[in-house]
């Protein structure tokens, strides 16, 4: 079974806006540090990976490529910054190894002769 899977960067308003939505109307004051964004775009670029090897082990051979491709402009987009914060450092340093992972599944597709 194949599908097509967008991948997109959900700004952090966007984000924010999606949390008050399910939030009670009194809880007006929610807010998202970019920090926060920050590190949660670590996180779905790691869940990303996995994804990755799941939709190559379900015969879908192009996905991998659109998420390395957005992964990899994230990752381009992170390279700006200056980290003064250790955890977001460390989840910058992790980005890293997430995007060798992307650059194996597709090197082995490409071995195969699948992408």
Avoid: H
Wanted: with cysteine.
């Amino acid at each position: 079974m194949k599908a097509n899977l967008a991948v997109a960067l959900v700004t952090k308003e966007q984000v924010l806006a999606m949390l008050v939505e399910d939030t009670v109307p009194d809880q007006s004051g929610l807010r998202l540090d970019l920090e926060e964004y920050l590190l949660g775009l670590c996180a779905g670029i790691q869940e990303l990976t996995r994804l990755a090897a799941n939709r190559v082990v379900l015969g879908d051979y192009k996905t991998p490529g659109n998420i390395a491709t957005f992964c990899n402009q994230v990752y381009a987009g992170f390279r700006l910054l200056n980290f003064r914060n250790d955890s977001l450092r460390r989840s910058y340093d992790a980005l890293k190894y997430a995007l060798q992972r992307l650059d194996g599944i597709q090197y082995d597709l490409r071995i195969r002769k699948l992408a």
